[in-house]
């Protein structure tokens, strides 16, 4: 009996630890597992093929607008602008980055810098007039174009108020009316209109009636819009942004660290947006993957609009 129990015991010691076991049967499973593929991103939110058109773009959002689109797919684009020669920078500026982060080469882009006072029907007629002969179609558009400033409302000289509605508002409007002109008759395509959380509530400390005012007109204006084309192919949604750390507000901000404070405060996430964060909100309003969506508003403001 002390043999065959030595003998087990010999041939227990001798196996392979389940440990040692276990090693060798991740490493023959590594030999064979097939090497990892890159992330594939759903087709529907390439903007290839697409041409594009975003106005205020020559900076600040508009801007950041641009530069998803072309990392999406867009190689054909408008920038549009006050200042002609302003888009016409912001255009070049776009390619040169494109080529510097890509495999691409300036040839393989058409990015057009247009000039165009959104406040003026017929400014923004032609600044359309100038899409359609360059590239024969438009696809998606953005009304981005837009001002912000802080009167308290006995203190706001009028012409001030014209001209903030002028831009905000009639610049929406005009824009996406020559838009769906353009889209109507090649069967659809997509319309956002650039609002903000301002339309759902009323920010403080900072007073600006006017402005809220303006952006709830843009909201319903989409959501009027969308109905009314809706059979007609064209898709108008809006996307209204809580507060962004634009270059602009990063100088405003640079001066007065209680509003920065304060407002991040009043966002639950704690912070402000960059404009980065904007990116993917813009891209699924434009492209196909929101094809059966529209009359929408999305909000990107970190939840300050839930309290």
Not at 1 to 17: C, F, G, Q, V
Not at 123 to 134: G, N, R, Y
Not at 220 to 243: C, D, F, I, Q
């Amino acid at each position: 009996m002390k043999i065959a129990a030595l003998t087990r015991l010999a041939s227990y010691i001798s196996r392979p630890s389940l440990a040692s076991r276990t090693i060798v049967s991740h490493a023959r499973m590594q030999s064979t597992v097939a090497p990892r593929r890159t992330p594939r991103v759903l087709p529907s939110f390439s903007l290839e093929n697409k041409v594009c058109v975003v106005t205020g773009a020559a900076r600040g959002l508009g801007n950041e607008f641009c530069n998803a689109f072309v990392q999406s797919g867009c190689t054909r684009l408008a920038i549009i602008d006050l200042k002609e020669s302003e888009a016409k920078v912001a255009a070049d500026e776009l390619v040169q980055n494109a080529c510097v982060n890509s495999d691409s080469k300036r040839e393989d882009f058409q990015v057009i810098g247009v000039g165009c006072d959104v406040s003026s029907e017929l400014s923004v007629q032609k600044a359309f007039e100038v899409v359609m002969d360059t590239f024969g179609r438009v696809d998606s558009v953005v009304a981005s174009a837009g001002i912000v400033e802080n009167y308290s409302a006995f203190d706001y000289p009028f012409d001030r108020i014209k001209r903030l509605y002028d831009i905000n508002v009639h610049g929406a409007f005009f824009t996406a009316r020559e838009a769906a002109r353009s889209m109507i008759p090649q069967g659809g395509g997509s319309i956002v209109l650039v609002a903000s959380m301002s339309a759902s509530v009323v920010n403080i400390p900072q007073p600006q009636t006017p402005y809220n005012a303006s952006k709830a007109a843009v909201r319903h204006m989409g959501s009027s819009l969308a109905v009314e084309w809706a059979k007609k192919g064209v898709r108008v949604n809006t996307l209204s942004p809580g507060y962004m750390l634009t270059k602009l507000t990063k100088t405003i901000l640079a001066h007065d660290a209680e509003l920065k404070k304060t407002w991040e405060s009043l966002t639950p996430m704690g912070k402000m947006g960059e404009p980065e964060d904007l990116s993917g909100a813009i891209v699924f309003l434009a492209s196909d993957a929101s094809r059966f969506m529209t009359g929408t508003e999305v909000r990107v403001d970190g939840g300050y609009c839930v309290i």
